[in-house]
C-alpha cells in the first residue's frame, strides 16, 4: 500500500511525557503562589510539562497568575458542593479522589514532571496530601503495567495470563514485525460508538485504499454490514472475547491482542494473531523469556496508554508510521444516552442520568457483563463536551478524560502526521482535523494491492516456535532457581537481579503512606522481595511445564508429518 504523503517519515514517536520515564520524582511538598512563580521566573519549573495542584473551593485568583507566567497544566480539586463551579480557563477540575487517576492520565503527568501546588485553604491541607498521593501512587502503577489503574492486584492477574499465554507468544509475531510494510499507509481506527452507523457504508469503499484497524466491539457490526477489517485490535486485560463470539475472522489480516490479555483471545476463530507488548517491566519480561523478541525487531511495542483500547489503537498506529490517520466512531459522549453503536455486544447500555442530572450511570449490560468486563455497575460525574458539529453533547468525566487525552497527543504530534475526526455526531477533539469520512476517502490514493494476511503470514514465516519455547523454557528454570534463593530465611536481599521482582517491589512500596517510609523500609522492602518471590516461583515452574508439553506435542506431530510424507512408520 502506497503513502498518501511523499513526505512522509516514517514512525511517529510521542515525545514526553507520554514516554514512560525509567523512573518518577518523588512529588515535591505543597509550595506557597510566591515559591511556584519564583520557580518559573527562574527557569527551574518546566511551565509546559510540570503540574500544580489547587485544592480548595476557589482557584481563580491563584490559576490566573500562574496562567499568566506560563504554566500549561493545572489541575484543581474542587472541595465546594456548587453545581455550577466551572474551572477557570486551562484548568482541569476534577471533584473526588477517584478521578484524579484519569486526569493525571489525560494530562500526560506520568513520567518524571515535577508536581508542585498548595491548599487553597489552611483547611484543606490533609486533602491536598491525600491527593498528591493519589497521583504518586498512578505514576508508580503506570511504571509497573504501563498505565494508570494497574495497582498490585492487577499486576498478578497480567502476569498471569502473561505466563498463560507464553505457548501462543511463542507461535505469533509482534506488532513490530509488520510495521515496516505499514509506514506512510492511510489507517482508519473503527470504534463502537453510536456515529458509527453512519460511516459503515463508506467503509465498505475502502478497501485497499485504507488500513482498517477495528477495535474488538466494533467488528461484530462491520461484519454485519459486509465490512471486513485488516486488523483487530484486543487490548484489554479482562476477558473480552464475548466481544467476538460468533464472528467469522476468517477474512481479516489478524487479531492484535496484548502479551497479558486474557488466555482465552490467543484461542479465538482468528486464523493469524499479533502480539503487542504495552510498556513496563511486566511485558518487557515476557518479550524476554521468548528469545528477546524486542531487540530482535519484530517484539514490543512500548506504547504509551490513554487508558482505553482508542489510545492505543492510535499509539499503534503512529509507530507503524501510517499517515493520515482517521477515525470513526469514536463518539467520546452519549448521544442520546446511547453508549455504543447498535448490533455490537453491550449495544443495550444506555447512560441514565441521576435525578438531579450531576451524575449517570451506565446501565443494561445484560447477560453479565459487567463481570464479564471485570467492572462494576459505577456512577460517574455526567459533563457536557463540544460536539462535532459545534454543539454541546452529554458525556462523562472519564469520556472527557479520553478526548483531553488524545487533544494532548494530537498536540504533540502535529506536524508530523495527519489526524482527522471523522466521527460525524460525536465529541470535538482539538487538534485533528474534522471532516466526513466521505470527504476524507476522496483525498485518499487509488486501491492498491495491500493482503493484511499476507503480511501477517510473511513475519509469521520468519519466526521459529522451537526455538523460542527452549530459550523461554531455559529462562524459566534459572528465574525458578533465583526466586527459591529469596525464599531463604537468611535471604535480606531489597533489590533482585531479576528486574521484574524489582518493579513489583517497588510498586507495592509506592502505595504506602508517606510517613511510613524510612522506619524500617529496608527490612519491609527485604519481606516484599520474598513474598513476591514465593508467589512468582510456582507460577513459573508451571509455565516452563505447559512449555515442555507444547514442545512434545509439536515433536509428535513433526514426527507424524516426516512418517506420512515417507510413507514409513517411526516405530
Same mark, same amino acid.
Given at each position: 500500500?502506497?503513502?498518501?504523503?511523499?513526505?512522509?517519515?516514517?514512525?511517529?514517536?510521542?515525545?514526553?511525557?507520554?514516554?514512560?520515564?525509567?523512573?518518577?520524582?518523588?512529588?515535591?511538598?505543597?509550595?506557597?503562589?510566591?515559591?511556584?512563580?519564583?520557580?518559573? #521566573?527562574?527557569?527551574?519549573?518546566?511551565?509546559?510539562?510540570?503540574?500544580?495542584?489547587?485544592?480548595?473551593?476557589?482557584?481563580?485568583?491563584?490559576?490566573?497568575?500562574?496562567?499568566?507566567?506560563?504554566?500549561?497544566?493545572?489541575?484543581?480539586?474542587?472541595?465546594?458542593?456548587?453545581?455550577?463551579?466551572?474551572?477557570?480557563?486551562?484548568?482541569?477540575?476534577?471533584?473526588?479522589?477517584?478521578?484524579?487517576?484519569?486526569?493525571?492520565?489525560?494530562?500526560?503527568?506520568?513520567?518524571?514532571?515535577?508536581?508542585?501546588?498548595?491548599?487553597?485553604?489552611?483547611?484543606?491541607?490533609?486533602?491536598?496530601?491525600?491527593?498528591?498521593?493519589?497521583?504518586?501512587?498512578?505514576?508508580?502503577?503506570?511504571? !509497573?503495567?504501563?498505565?494508570?489503574?494497574?495497582?498490585?492486584?492487577?499486576?498478578?492477574?497480567?502476569?498471569?495470563?502473561?505466563?498463560?499465554?507464553?505457548?501462543?507468544?511463542?507461535?505469533?509475531?509482534?506488532?513490530?514485525?509488520?510495521?515496516?510494510?505499514?509506514?506512510?499507509?492511510?489507517?482508519?481506527?473503527?470504534?463502537?460508538?453510536?456515529?458509527?452507523?453512519?460511516?459503515?457504508?463508506?467503509?465498505?469503499?475502502?478497501?485497499?485504499?485504507?488500513?482498517?484497524?477495528?477495535?474488538?466491539?466494533?467488528?461484530?457490526?462491520?461484519?454485519?454490514?459486509?465490512?471486513?477489517?485488516?486488523?483487530?485490535?484486543?487490548?484489554?486485560?479482562?476477558?473480552?472475547?464475548?466481544?467476538?463470539?460468533?464472528?467469522?475472522?476468517?477474512?481479516?489480516?489478524? =487479531?492484535?491482542?496484548?502479551?497479558?490479555?486474557?488466555?482465552?483471545?490467543?484461542?479465538?476463530?482468528?486464523?493469524?494473531?499479533? /502480539?503487542?507488548?504495552?510498556?513496563?517491566?511486566?511485558?518487557?519480561?515476557?518479550?524476554?523469556?521468548?528469545?528477546?523478541?524486542?531487540?530482535?525487531?519484530?517484539?514490543?511495542?512500548?506504547?504509551? @496508554?490513554?487508558?482505553?483500547?482508542?489510545?492505543?489503537?492510535?499509539? =499503534?498506529? !503512529?509507530?507503524?508510521?501510517?499517515?493520515?490517520?482517521?477515525?470513526?466512531?469514536?463518539?467520546?459522549?452519549?448521544?442520546?444516552?446511547?453508549?455504543?453503536?447498535?448490533?455490537?455486544?453491550?449495544?443495550?447500555?444506555?447512560?441514565?442520568?441521576?435525578?438531579?442530572?450531576?451524575?449517570?450511570?451506565?446501565?443494561?449490560?445484560?447477560?453479565?457483563?459487567?463481570?464479564?468486563?471485570?467492572?462494576? =455497575?459505577?456512577?460517574?460525574?455526567?459533563?457536557?463536551?463540544?460536539?462535532?458539529?459545534?454543539?454541546?453533547?452529554?458525556?462523562?468525566?472519564?469520556?472527557?478524560?479520553?478526548?483531553?487525552?488524545?487533544?494532548?497527543?494530537?498536540?504533540?504530534?502535529?506536524?508530523?502526521?495527519?489526524?482527522?475526526?471523522?466521527?460525524?455526531?460525536?465529541?470535538?477533539?482539538?487538534?485533528?482535523?474534522?471532516?466526513?469520512?466521505?470527504?476524507?476517502?476522496?483525498?485518499?490514493?487509488?486501491?492498491?494491492?495491500?493482503?493484511?494476511?499476507?503480511?501477517?503470514?510473511?513475519?509469521?514465516?520468519?519466526?521459529?516456535?522451537?526455538?523460542?519455547?527452549?530459550?523461554?523454557?531455559?529462562?524459566?528454570?534459572?528465574?525458578?532457581?533465583?526466586? #527459591?534463593?529469596?525464599?531463604?530465611?537468611?535471604?535480606?536481599?531489597? /533489590?533482585?537481579?531479576?528486574?521484574?521482582?524489582?518493579?513489583?517491589?517497588?510498586?507495592?512500596?509506592?502505595?504506602?503512606?508517606?510517613?511510613?517510609?524510612?522506619?524500617?523500609?529496608?527490612? #519491609?522492602?527485604?519481606?516484599?522481595?520474598?513474598?513476591?518471590?514465593?508467589?512468582?516461583?510456582?507460577?513459573?515452574?508451571?509455565?516452563? #511445564?505447559?512449555?515442555?508439553?507444547?514442545?512434545?506435542?509439536?515433536?509428535?506431530?513433526?514426527?507424524?508429518?516426516?512418517? @506420512?510424507?515417507?510413507?514409513?512408520?517411526?516405530?
Amino acid at each position: 500500500m502506497q503513502s498518501s504523503d511523499p513526505q512522509h517519515k516514517g514512525p511517529v514517536t510521542i515525545p514526553p511525557p507520554l514516554a514512560l520515564a525509567a523512573a518518577a520524582r518523588p512529588l515535591d511538598g505543597s509550595i506557597g503562589d510566591a515559591q511556584l512563580a519564583d520557580a518559573i #521566573r527562574r527557569g527551574s519549573w518546566d511551565v509546559e510539562r510540570d503540574l500544580v495542584v489547587l485544592v480548595g473551593s476557589s482557584p481563580a485568583q491563584a490559576a490566573g497568575g500562574l496562567r499568566r507566567l506560563g504554566q500549561q497544566r493545572i489541575l484543581w480539586f474542587r472541595t465546594g458542593d456548587e453545581v455550577e463551579a466551572d474551572p477557570p480557563a486551562g484548568v482541569l477540575r476534577v471533584d473526588h479522589l477517584d478521578e484524579v487517576e484519569a486526569a493525571v492520565r489525560a494530562l500526560g503527568v506520568l513520567g518524571d514532571e515535577r508536581i508542585g501546588g498548595r491548599a487553597l485553604e489552611a483547611a484543606q491541607a490533609p486533602l491536598y496530601d491525600q491527593v498528591t498521593a493519589r497521583i504518586e501512587r498512578t505514576r508508580g502503577e503506570r511504571a !509497573l503495567c504501563g498505565e494508570p489503574g494497574c495497582g498490585i492486584a492487577v499486576a498478578r492477574v497480567r502476569l498471569e495470563q502473561g505466563l498463560a499465554n507464553l505457548p501462543a507468544l511463542c507461535l505469533w509475531p509482534g506488532a513490530e514485525a509488520i510495521g515496516g510494510v505499514l509506514s506512510g499507509a492511510p489507517l482508519i481506527i473503527v470504534a463502537p460508538g453510536p456515529s458509527l452507523a453512519h460511516n459503515i457504508d463508506v467503509l465498505r469503499g475502502l478497501r485497499g485504499r485504507a488500513i482498517v484497524l477495528a477495535l474488538s466491539h466494533a467488528v461484530v457490526p462491520l461484519l454485519a454490514a459486509g465490512v471486513t477489517p485488516d486488523f483487530v485490535l484486543a487490548a484489554d486485560g479482562h476477558d473480552v472475547s464475548y466481544h467476538l463470539a460468533g464472528a467469522d475472522l476468517s477474512g481479516i489480516g489478524a =487479531l492484535i491482542a496484548t502479551a497479558t490479555a486474557h488466555p482465552h483471545l490467543f484461542r479465538s476463530s482468528a486464523p493469524r494473531k499479533v /502480539v503487542l507488548s504495552e510498556p513496563g517491566p511486566i511485558d518487557a519480561w515476557l518479550a524476554e523469556l521468548v528469545g528477546g523478541a524486542a531487540a530482535a525487531g519484530d517484539g514490543a511495542v512500548l506504547l504509551p @496508554s490513554g487508558g482505553s483500547v482508542a489510545h492505543v489503537a492510535l499509539a =499503534l498506529a !503512529l509507530r507503524w508510521g501510517c499517515d493520515p490517520i482517521g477515525f470513526v466512531g469514536l463518539d467520546l459522549a452519549c448521544p442520546g444516552g446511547r453508549v455504543y453503536v447498535e448490533h455490537c455486544p453491550d449495544g443495550e447500555v444506555r447512560a441514565a442520568p441521576s435525578a438531579d442530572g450531576r451524575s449517570v450511570t451506565l446501565e443494561g449490560w445484560g447477560d453479565g457483563g459487567t463481570a464479564r468486563r471485570g467492572r462494576e =455497575l459505577a456512577s460517574e460525574r455526567q459533563v457536557e463536551v463540544p460536539g462535532w458539529d459545534g454543539n454541546p453533547l452529554g458525556s462523562t468525566f472519564h469520556l472527557s478524560m479520553a478526548q483531553r487525552w488524545f487533544e494532548e497527543t494530537a498536540r504533540r504530534v502535529a506536524g508530523a502526521v495527519r489526524l482527522y475526526n471523522c466521527s460525524e455526531g460525536g465529541a470535538y477533539i482539538g487538534g485533528m482535523r474534522h471532516i466526513r469520512l466521505a470527504g476524507l476517502a476522496s483525498r485518499l490514493p487509488p486501491p492498491a494491492a495491500f493482503q493484511a494476511s499476507a503480511v501477517v503470514a510473511r513475519a509469521i514465516a520468519q519466526i521459529e516456535p522451537r526455538v523460542r519455547r527452549r530459550a523461554a523454557r531455559e529462562r524459566l528454570i534459572e528465574l525458578a532457581l533465583e526466586l #527459591r534463593r529469596h525464599q531463604s530465611p537468611l535471604a535480606r536481599e531489597t /533489590v533482585s537481579p531479576v528486574p521484574l521482582l524489582s518493579a513489583l517491589v517497588d510498586a507495592e512500596m509506592a502505595g504506602e503512606p508517606r510517613g511510613a517510609r524510612g522506619i524500617g523500609e529496608v527490612a #519491609r522492602r527485604s519481606a516484599a522481595l520474598r513474598r513476591w518471590a514465593a508467589w512468582l516461583e510456582p507460577r513459573a515452574v508451571e509455565a516452563e #511445564r505447559a512449555l515442555a508439553r507444547q514442545d512434545r506435542t509439536s515433536e509428535t506431530m513433526r514426527i507424524r508429518v516426516i512418517t @506420512s510424507s515417507v510413507g514409513g512408520d517411526p516405530t
